[in-house]
């Protein structure tokens, strides 16, 4: 019995949870994309009222805004180490439950772009990338990680890095045009 504190900030959405053997115990979500760090924080705090023991913690490494990204992964990691407790990150595109076969789903990337990537029987065959939606045929938006299915990918997954598939907007000045 290991009981995860799931945390997700790879969207507009703030997704929090607690999951013990693929049962949800707890689980809310704050919209607003520039929200994370406060929602996170309140988030958290509710879960940890309700179920204190927590044995590991699983994060969304994204694809997903470099600062939304951060403020997950950095609260997630700070957590582990203050607990002394295992972190698994996880594609947190894999994680978006989808009922069909072959799909491809999305999420906003901002400035007129989306993250996505391909799924056959589950399993990402392609991606995650980052193009213009006339780019990518038929895919799935509007949707977010589950957090019972982060967990569960946390079985097999263990990214180790944030997915930033941009470049950074701040450059250094010598590099400015």
Known sequence: MTIKLAIDT????????VVD???????????????HGRALGDLVNQALQSHPVIDAVVVGMGP???????????FARSFALARAIPIIGVC??????????DYIVAVDARRNEIYWARYKDG???????V????????????????MKKL??????????????LRRPDAVPTAERT
């Open 131 to 146: 193009n213009k939606p006339a780019e990518i045929d038929g895919f799935i938006t509007d949707v977010y990680p589950d």
């Open 123 to 129: 399993v990402r065959i392609e991606g995650p990338s």
């Open 64 to 74: 997903g805004p470099f600062t939304g990204l951060r403020v997950g992964i950095s």
């Open 92 to 101: 947190s595109l894999d994680a978006i439950d989808v009922d069909v076969d």
């Open 10 to 17: 790879s969207t507009s959405r703030t997704i929090v949870a």
């Open 151 to 164: 967990c569960i990918c946390a079985q097999s997954h263990d990214v180790t890095e944030p997915m930033y």
């Open 21 to 35: 053997s693929g049962e949800v115990l707890f689980e809310k979500f704050h919209d607003g994309a520039t929200d």
